[in-house]
């Protein structure tokens, strides 16, 4: 058993160290990973996953491979189209199609959900 005056130092230690413990805890998604989530979408294709955040002119995929690329908006009749000279992204809502290696692949999206925690 401690002394009376260590433990007397040990106790605001404590209790310092289960409020820094507690502050570290994250009870929730911060606010700018609630607008990213917004204006993202979760994609997939033939067992791959893909994730499209769009930003100002810009449309930024996370490949299946862990990879990112970025693509510019281009002018389209309806919908959208971004570009980076590899690939293309087109569609309109959530029906998009993207082409890679002159292969066109229809993905199947819907809203990008935080996870839960």
Not at 8 to 24: E, K, M, Q, T
Not at 49 to 67: Q, S, W, Y
């Amino acid at each position: 058993m401690l002394p009376p005056p260590l433990r007397r130092c040990l106790l605001p230690l404590a209790c310092g160290v289960v409020a820094l413990s507690l502050a570290a805890c994250k009870t929730g998604p911060t606010k700018d990973e609630i607008e990213a989530a917004r204006e993202s979408i979760d994609c997939h294709h033939a067992g791959q996953h893909f994730v499209i955040r769009f930003t100002e002119a810009e449309a930024r995929i996370l490949m299946p491979d862990g990879k990112r690329a970025i693509l510019y908006q281009v002018p389209a009749g309806s919908g959208v189209r971004y570009m980076n000279g590899d690939m293309e992204l087109r569609g309109k809502g959530l029906d998009m199609t993207l082409v890679r290696f002159q292969s066109a692949m229809h993905l199947d999206c819907k809203p990008f959900e935080l996870p839960k925690t």
